[in-house]
């Protein structure tokens, strides 16, 4: 109670909301709690999130505090016009399951709601549609309703004939890691004929990285990938100050669904995988012989056989490292953020940033860790942090545990707010005996054997990453030699609370691997595919001298957009890349053609520019000479561009320059939003 003065927004919400979860209803708690928001204090710090949690909790209680509803009710008013889809969704069912329905506040979500009607999912559907029901929003009601019935009939209906892309011609993938082998699995579902190229000699030629967190099973679900069996579940995560103080938790395990849930069963949240597993499982799914290992790309050309248009064939020729070469149709680039295809587009501009950050990635075998017992954790001090999560359990490993037990209790009640080690189980970590399921198999010798060729790790293994700013040059060097960068971990960790420090020295140096984060801007169409109004003169003057040169040619994941690992987007994005280009060519040759779909999906267009001068002198009796002086440039693209430089000129008066450029998109042709993915 003492403490609620110092809280900020998220403590007092976490505070409500964990003390309901528990059923421990402190009247005296909630009242002050409702005080604190009622006065307005912290309420703009809110998100429609935690609106709703606010909401919730005191529902749960039965602590139906007017002021603090009705304050509620006018924070969410007046932000109603900015939520999303899911935010409408939760505020409305939130007090309408709280029985405070606002007049004002459903009027504001419903009239929201109408730009969103396509946007929600089945659940939020039956949420809002009983929610605004209950407040007698009969209007948006009916709205809802018919969506429903579109959506259920869209389903129903029998799907079209498939577009038949067997005369397009041979698609060559560079890079066979995650992204390239979900292209492969994508692009040959939808029927085309696809060469992937390999660097490396095989599978397992070197690491591919730990651990990953895959956020939506979209992507895998579209390429017939289920990855339930495979996941490492984490129900809870906290977050820690180096003292071991609650920062913040969250998870599936303070909710309700997480009773009685199965491991193995698609329940839709996040699946956490090994790297090396994500990528086995998608390369399943590949047809046998698409894999050209120690295959690779070093250079490519691209040629049409026509004087351009819809019905010229335009192609890529690709040239390996030993001499061979192959044509395609189409040649993706997803062979990383040190992409050998995107260097030779020589994109104008084009370079890394370094962040001023390393990440160092760990794995610890053989030992036990309750903390990440499907569990999350990190730790931060405000400039280093440690991130660890389950990297394999035995649910991924053992055909005689179909189930597992439901998720590990909460590590704290949820309304406490001290040290770790007041509600910390006792940590385990070295030494003992292998982990055993409940049937008392040793769960190492359960695993399929392509698991163990593999070398995903043994069930019960731990990956933790852990990040610090450091100098470019300096990192280079330190990320060269592990001894030191274990050195340089540890001493940043050694008074961290337990069990980091021995988390990390029981890494074994073998288990470890450290490298200056990098990234770049975002590519824009218009730099990937020079020639239209609006690229750069030095893009343009490319495209000019090769007229067809970066035309068949197009990017995915980090070699399109790398990004720091930190949001877990990496893998991610290069999985909907993957599903997204096939769904793109697809819907292009549909309209078009087998030849003119791939040119249409991946437009460029050379550039004529026409530029005509007319020059204006007049001398008025003040002796002041006014130059008037019109460019008009008009290029051969669907965006036609005007512009008009004006110059005045007087004795003693500076020069003044004034540019105005407005586009004209004529009539049939579709602006790209700029949200556009690169390829096009």
């Known amino acids: 109670m003492r403490c609620l003065d110092e809280f900020n927004a998220q403590d007092l919400v976490n505070t409500a909301w964990g003390f309901a979860k528990v059923g421990q209803i402190d009247a005296q708690l909630f009242t002050a709690v409702a005080q604190r928001f009622a006065a307005g204090r912290c309420l703009d710090d809110l998100n429609a999130q935690q609106i709703s949690n606010v909401a919730w909790a005191f529902a749960k209680a039965d602590q139906s505090d007017a002021r603090l509803f009705t304050a509620l009710a006018r924070s969410a008013e007046e932000r109603a016009a900015d939520f999303s889809a899911p935010d409408l969704a939760s505020i409305a069912w939130a007090f309408a399951n709280a029985g405070q329905l606002d007049a004002q506040l459903f009027a504001a979500l419903a009239t929201a709601a109408e730009q969103f009607l396509d946007d929600f999912n089945d659940e939020e559907l039956d949420n809002t549609e009983w929610a605004f029901g209950r407040a007698g929003q009969q209007g948006i009601v009916k709205r809802l309703r018919l969506r429903r019935k579109r959506a259920t009939s869209a389903a129903a209906a029998p799907a079209g004939p498939a577009v038949d892309v067997s005369k397009c011609g041979c698609i060559v993938v560079a890079g066979g890691g995650i992204g390239g082998a979900a292209a492969a699995v994508a692009l040959q579902r939808k029927g085309f004929e696809v060469v992937v190229l390999e660097a490396d000699s095989g599978f397992d030629a070197r690491k591919q990285g730990y651990g990953l967190t895959i956020q939506g099973q979209g992507a895998t679900q579209a390429m017939g990938i289920n990855l339930a069996q495979d996941d490492a579940p984490s129900t809870s995560h906290y977050t820690f100050n180096a003292e071991g103080h609650i920062l913040g938790f969250y998870g599936e395990a303070f909710g309700s669904k997480s009773k009685g849930r199965q491991e193995c069963k698609n329940s839709g949240r996040f699946i956490h995988i090994p790297r090396q597993m994500l990528r086995s499982r998608i390369l399943d799914e590949v047809r046998p012989g698409t894999i050209r290992w120690s295959s690779k790309l070093k250079s490519y050309a691209c040629w049409s056989d026509g004087e351009g248009g819809r019905r010229s064939q335009n192609g890529v020729t690709v040239t390996l490292m030993d001499g061979t070469t192959l044509d395609a149709a189409l040649l993706i680039g997803s062979d990383g953020i040190f992409s050998t295809v995107r260097r030779q587009l020589n994109l104008p501009g084009d370079r890394l940033n370094y962040v001023g950050l390393v990440v160092v990635l760990g794995i610890v075998e053989g030992v036990t860790i309750p903390l990440t017992e499907r569990r999350i954790f990190e730790t931060v001090d405000g400039t280093t942090r440690i991130y660890a999560m389950p990297f394999t359990t035995s649910s991924t490993a053992c055909s005689e545990c179909p189930g597992s037990q439901p998720p590990t209790r909460p590590l704290i009640a949820p309304a406490a707010a001290g040290p770790l080690a007041q509600g910390r189980p006792p940590v385990s970590i070295g030494g003992g005996s292998p982990p055993r399921c409940r049937t008392g198999v040793q769960l ?147 309209r078009h053609g087998p030849h003119a779909g791939l040119d249409t999906a991946l437009p460029v267009t050379p550039t004529l520019t026409l530029t005509l001068t007319l020059t204006l002198t007049l001398t008025l009796t003040l002796t002041l000479t006014l130059t008037l002086t019109l460019t008009l440039t008009l290029a051969l693209t669907p965006t036609v561009t005007l512009a008009l430089t004006l110059t005045r000129l007087g004795r003693g008066a500076p020069a003044l320059r004034a540019d105005h450029a407005q586009s004209i998109v004529p009539g049939g042709a579709r602006a790209l939003p700029n949200a556009c993915p690169p390829w096009q």
């Not at 001894?483 to 971990?489: F, V």
């Not at 021995?502 to 140096?509: A, D």
């Not at 995915?556 to 877990?568: L, N, Q, V």
């Not at 909907?576 to 697809?586: E, G, N, R």
């Open 444 to 590: 190492w010798r359960c695993l399929p054997r392509a698991t163990k060729a593999t070398a995903f790790g043994p069930p019960g293994s731990t990956m933790w990453q852990l990040s610090f700013p450091y100098a470019e040059e300096e990192a280079r060097s330190l990320c060269k030699d592990p001894t030191a960068l274990k050195s340089e971990i540890l001493r940043r960790c050694a008074k961290w609370h337990a069990p980091i420090p021995e988390l990390l020295r029981s890494t074994p140096l073998g288990g470890m691997a450290g490298y200056p984060v990098y990234d770049r801007e975002v590519l824009q169409p218009d730099v990937l595919r020079p020639g239209s109004a609006a690229a750069t003169q030095a893009a343009a003057a490319a495209a000019a001298s090769t007229p067809a040169a970066q035309r068949r040619v197009t990017l995915i994941g980090d070699a399109a957009h790398p990004m720091t690992p930190f949001k877990a987007q990496g893998a991610n994005q290069a999985l909907s890349d993957a599903v997204l280009l096939a769904d793109t060519l697809v819907e292009s040759i549909q």
